[in-house]
Every structure is written in C-alpha cells, then in structure tokens.
C-alpha cells in the first residue's frame, strides 16, 4: 500500500504544517482545504493508505464528510484519524474507518507515532496476507 496521505484541514497553516512534517518523514501528502474539496480529490482517487481529518470545518464538518463517504462508498476503508479540538473526541460514536484520534493541542512525535503504527500494522498484515495466499500457489 503506498505511504500516501489526504490532510484535510480549513487551516491552511495546519495544512502547511502536517504536509511538510509528514512529507519530511517520507509520506506523500495531498491536502484538502473543507470537506467538499476532499470528496472531489475522493472521487479521482482512494489510493490514500491514511486521511488526517479535522472535524470542525466549515461548510462541511468532518462527521458529514464521512457520513458522505460512507454514503456514496468513496474512500470508506481508508483509515482516518480524526485530529480535533473538540473536549468529548472519545465519546464520539464514529464510522469503523476511525482508527485513531488526537486531541488539539499535541505533540508532533505523538502523532508520528501513531502513522507509523498504523501503516506498520497495515505492512504486517499485508505480508500475512501473502504469505497465505502463496501457500494455495
């Protein structure tokens, strides 16, 4: 699966910030400035192994987007942390595809770690997955 990474965020120093940390640790990273803009990078490509989502945006919340996503089957399986400031983040009741989330303010090497988690447990379980599947060869 590729390292590749949809940032979806109003802020644009956000945006900036998660782009150049992200694709200094070797990620390409597209961004997405509301919800809308991020369904229509959606409906060109789902080939994101992660989506870092904002929840409070306006003109779409990042809740509608998945709901969107979930709704029209565009992205549906990409994993998503949800990046927010909003106090009750946990008690969320949220789409399978939310992995993770992370409580604004944060630290960088908290977030780091947990991409890497994700796409290193994404690696293993594909390795699996062929493994087996070389078995029935």
Request: proline residues 4%; without cysteine.
């Amino acid at each position: 699966m590729p390292r590749s990474i949809l940032i979806i965020d109003d802020s644009s120093d956000t945006r900036e910030l998660f782009a150049a940390t992200l694709e200094f640790e070797g990620f390409a990273v597209e961004t997405a400035k509301d919800g809308e803009d991020a369904l229509r990078i959606l409906r060109k490509s789902t080939n994101f192994s992660l989506i870092l989502l904002d929840l409070k945006m306006p003109i779409m919340s990042g809740i509608e987007l998945l709901e969107t996503m979930n709704r029209e089957q565009i992205g549906s399986n990409i994993p998503v942390i949800l990046i927010s400031g909003v106090e009750n983040l946990a008690s969320l009741s949220l789409p399978k595809n939310v992995v993770d989330r992370l409580k604004k303010p944060f630290f960088y090497p908290e977030l780091l770690y947990k991409i890497r988690k994700l796409h290193s447990d994404q690696s293993d379980k594909a390795s699996t997955n062929k493994k087996n599947n070389e078995r029935w060869l």
